[in-house]
């Protein structure tokens, strides 16, 4: 099931004629992997980019999902449990951006929504432990934790939510 956008939003997967080059975010980083990195990435099977676009075809948010792994030491003792000792595999969130002129209308929440979805889809198929992301700042890191991502014990910018938890928000 797919999240629903507001009339006249659809979202692509990354492309060559997407206008790419005139997203702005306001965070200079997030900009520029849309700009210069994302395609290649995707391109080379790294990670996979999707767009979200206006109805005139201009990029209003996109996010960018790929696979990785985390320390089992790295964990809280409660996601820990029962889990083997070893290198885990994840989902993350690597890039997440709404362009600059669209925030704070609710974009974020959707694409975040679909984002997780994505990840909560995969995970039918491929297995991972939690979805983990490395916040920017301490304004996305806000909004992460307004969507209940925890802080991974001795990395303050990276937070994770776990597969369970995933699994209770796409049942509900
Ligand atoms: C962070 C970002 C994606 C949010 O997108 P947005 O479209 O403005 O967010 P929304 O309007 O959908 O807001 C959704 C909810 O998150 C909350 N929210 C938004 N930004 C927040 C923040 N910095 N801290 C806490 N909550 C925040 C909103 O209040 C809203 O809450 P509600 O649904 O309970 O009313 C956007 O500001 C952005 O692209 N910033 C620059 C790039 C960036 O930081 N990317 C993330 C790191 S990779």
């Known amino acids: 099931m797919s999240v629903r956008f507001p009339d006249g939003f659809r979202l692509e997967r990354l492309a060559k004629a997407h206008p790419r080059k005139a997203f702005t975010s306001g965070q200079a980083d997030v900009d520029d992997w849309l700009k210069t990195k994302a395609l290649q990435n995707q391109e080379k099977h790294l990670s996979i980019t999707k767009v979200l676009l206006d109805e005139s075809g201009v990029i209003a948010g996109y996010y960018t999902l790929a696979t990785g792994q985390v320390d089992f030491g790295d964990l809280p003792a409660d996601v820990a449990k029962k889990l083997p000792r070893r290198m885990l595999p994840v989902a993350v969130l690597a890039w997440f951006g709404v362009s600059a002129d669209r925030q704070g209308q609710g974009l974020g929440k959707l694409l975040l929504a679909q984002a997780l979805r994505d990840c909560f889809d995969a995970g039918q198929t491929f ?39 995933l699994e209770a928000m796409m049942g509900s």
Request: glycine fraction near 2%; charge should be negative.
């Open 127 to 165: 297995a991972f432990i939690a979805v983990i992301l490395d916040c920017i700042d301490d304004a996305s890191k806000a909004f992460y934790q307004h969507y209940d991502f925890a802080e991974l014990p001795g990395h303050p910018y990276r937070v994770f939510l776990s597969a369970a938890q």
